[in-house]
């Protein structure tokens, strides 16, 4: 194992590290745990995840030895205007699993996303969410436990690969007299300023992610993986995402995977048990089908702005953005975040909910191995939200409900946790 790269203002805990080996995360009971709280509402949600995974991770006789790390308005603070410092990402690829709150992204002008940056630096090319609903979570749908669905997103191309050229500019125009005079294919831009940005999909992106999709159903007994793209309008992008995750289906896995494209009722019964179904969706169907199919869907791959999208949709019929968790997942790499941002208006209120995050930790729970410590966690908080005494977003949809504060919260799990 290497040593540890020396840190320039952070110094690792007492623990033990996790390594890597043969396409496996070994993981001792005292890992290192790199953590980042985050920016705005990270300060409310960050300490308040720590102390349920610790407690979980107790409860099962582990101990977490959280590090500390910074990124964004913390990291600013401390390393000389710096957004995100090398120590960060040193920690992270060298302790191989981490956990983050949400980071500000200027929109428009300013620094590029550091969630970006950090997906791509580490290469951690799946972002994983798993969407399931948890009892007594208010919903805007009638039937919010039929979603039980986990999205894996394309995280290192597609509109994330950032390239763009800004209205105005020479570059701009360069790009645009290359289209119209060497591609001919100017002929439907306006006149006037414009913006012009590229959309790569590669076979390597493609394969990668599908593949991880599918062995995770196969893992995990869940019957289909649906690619959702684009491809009837974008065809050499998101059509080839589609006909390069199909070939992975065909190729790789023999007899374990089916490529069929079948509807829920017609194909029980004929599968082949374990089987995992390869499918797909195009992208605009797919958000209806979340709604109006939705014990039909299990795995959904898809390119990187499609994710966007359908898992934001995902998690709202689960009772939104306070309660869906996820990940990044590279090689032997994994960095739990929630889905949701750093929502400035509350920051600093103790007001939020601290779920996502915290079930972003059982999700990392779950990825590191550790299955009893996961359905602690996932078991406890699903007693705390049905005994009514719940953060201000979900107290608002239930009747009779008590609205705590993110550190009360977090506590009486705590307290569930270790009864
Ligand atoms: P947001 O921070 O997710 O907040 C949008 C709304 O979602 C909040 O006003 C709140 O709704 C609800 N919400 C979010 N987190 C919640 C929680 N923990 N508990 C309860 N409700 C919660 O989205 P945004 O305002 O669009 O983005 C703010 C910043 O975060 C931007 O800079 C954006 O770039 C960044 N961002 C970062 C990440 C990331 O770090 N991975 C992800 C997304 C966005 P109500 O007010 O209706 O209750």
Known sequence: ?????????????????????????????DPIIPIIHGDGIGQDVGPAAQKVLQAAAKATGREINWMRVYAGA??????????????????????????????TTPVGAGFRSLNVALRQTL????????????????????NPQEMNMITFRENTEDVYSGIEWKAGTEDVEKV???????????????????????????????????????????ENDRQTV??????????????????????????EYGDEVITEDTLW??????????????????????????????????????PNLNGDYLSD????????????????????LVLAEPVHGSAPKYAGQDKVNPTALILSGRLMFQLMGWNDAADLVKDSVEAQVASGRVTYDIERGIEGGVKLATSEFADEIVKRISS
């Open 1 to 29: 194992m290497p040593s540890a790269p020396s840190f320039d203002q952070i110094e690792p805990p007492n623990g033990s590290t996790i390594t890597y080996e043969n396409g496996e995360l070994n993981v001792p009971d």
């Open 74 to 103: 913390s990291a600013r603070d401390r390393y000389d205007g710096e957004n995100l410092p090398q120590d960060t990402v040193d920690a992270i690829k060298h302790y191989r699993v981490a956990i983050k709150g949400p980071l």
């Open 123 to 142: 290469d951690m090319y799946a972002n994983v969410r798993p969407t399931y609903h948890l009892e007594g979570v208010p919903s805007p749908v009638k």
């Open 176 to 218: 645009k007299k290359f289209l119209v005079e060497e591609m001919g294919v100017g002929e439907s831009l306006h006149d006037g300023p414009i913006g012009i940005g590229v959309k790569p999909i590669t076979e390597f992106g493609t394969k990668r992610l599908v593949r991880r999709a599918i062995d995770y159903a196969l």
């Open 226 to 251: 649906t690619l959702v793209h684009k491809g009837n309008i974008m065809k050499f992008t998101e059509g080839a995402f589609r006909d390069w995750g199909y070939e992975v289906a065909e190729e």
């Open 265 to 302: 009722e017609e194909r029980e019964g004929e599968l082949p048990e374990d089987a995992v179904v390869v499918n797909d969706r195009i992208a605009d169907n797919m958000l209806q089908q979340i709604l109006t199919r939705t014990d039909q869907y299990d795995v959904l791959a898809m």
């Open 313 to 332: 949709a995902c998690g709202a019929q689960i009772g939104g953005l306070g309660i869906a968790p996820g990940a990044n997942i590279g090689d032997g």
